[in-house]
């Protein structure tokens, strides 16, 4: 079928001026603020990292960026709405293994946490600790686990996200007990309620407990890690404290809608990569324990290959445990 001159032409400016367009999108961006979703509470660790890394791209970055809290079914409200976000680099999320790969096991979710999402980088890792309120009569992770096993009917315990969730039920699985669990929206009203005494109990995030650790609010027995922390040296590992094998942590990354440019991606990456380099970053993180990861997976494809991995490792575990979210 032959095509008229007419036609010829009005396709050919159509392919030029759609050439032109992305070349100068692509020059632009970022031409406006980026709103950061972050799936979590504000003033918990997920936020603090975010909030962190953020203020430190926008200087290699040319935009600021804005911290949106969307909080809500372990992270999967926030998800859900960054997957259906418009792929054109203006919204991101901050989130971590319990907002952006247990959730996808836990939940039944409108969108495919893997699928659904480019992976920008992967920022932090921060194991979990055992943490009570102040007023448990137990002075180490042995009398901890003695006072749980006679009271364990009216032990409550904080389940602030799908990480917490996980652990905690490792964590009866490996005592032999069962507890009452309280969920949150969030690691920051948990650690409230635990400093008020309304419930028992964490398994937390290291950089949440800290603060309060050293204030003296909370009272910590064990990092449920195989090495112990350089922001908590006096606290002893599972391991050493008298409950081995037990471990937890946290990840955090950030990702945008799958469809995202990648020249939208290549300049979120290159902003975060240089912020994680910043020296007052990396100091305000590692005074709670957050770990930056090392460079090769500060990347998509560490980050994407990582969280596959994950993923696999993970979704079995919680499946055949019959978790569901809460």
Do not use: C
């Not at 926008?58 to 998800?79: D, K, T, Y």
């Not at 009452?180 to 690691?187: I, L, N």
């Not at 081995?244 to 991606?265: C, M, N, R, V």
């Amino acid at each position: 079928m032959r095509r008229s001159p007419l036609f010829l032409s009005v396709v050919t400016v159509f392919v030029a001026l759609a050439a032109s367009s992305h070349t100068v999108w692509a020059q632009t961006y970022p031409a406006r603020p980026v709103t950061v979703i972050v799936p979590f509470a504000a003033g918990g660790p997920t936020d603090l990292v975010a909030r962190v890394i953020a203020e430190k791209m926008q200087g290699p970055f040319g935009q600021s960026l804005v911290i949106e809290n969307v909080g809500g079914a372990g992270g999967s409200i926030a998800a859900a709405r960054v997957a259906r976000a418009t792929p054109d680099g203006y919204t991101v999320e901050i989130g971590n293994n319990g907002s952006n790969m247990l959730v996808g096991a836990l939940y039944a979710l409108p969108v495919d946490i893997i699928k659904d999402f480019s992976p920008v980088a992967e920022l932090t890792v921060n194991p979990q600790i055992i943490v009570s309120r102040t007023t448990v009569p137990a002075a180490n992770l042995k009398e901890l686990l003695a006072w749980l096993k006679a009271n364990q009917n009216t032990v409550s315990v904080g389940i602030a996200g799908p990480v917490a969730e996980v652990s905690v039920v490792n964590f009866e699985t490996m005592t032999g007990m069962k507890f009452q669990h309280v969920p949150y929206r969030g690691a920051a009203p948990a650690i409230q309620d635990l400093i008020a005494g309304h419930i028992d109990l964490m398994v937390d995030q290291l950089s949440n407990s800290v603060p309060q650790i050293k204030a003296g609010t909370i009272r910590a027995y064990a990092l449920a890690a195989s090495t112990r922390s350089p922001a908590m040296p006096d606290v002893p590992t599972t391991d050493e404290a008298g409950l081995p094998g037990f471990y937890g942590s946290l990840w955090h990354g950030l990702w945008a809608p799958k469809g995202t440019p990648d020249e939208a991606i290549g300049k979120l990456n290159a902003a975060v990569r240089l912020a994680l380099a910043d020296p007052a970053a990396k100091a305000r993180l590692a005074a709670v324990g957050q770990d930056i990861v090392p460079l090769d997976r500060q990347t998509p494809a560490g980050l994407g290959t990582f969280q596959q991995a994950e993923k696999d490792k993970w979704w079995p575990i919680v499946k055949a445990a019959g978790l569901k979210g809460e």
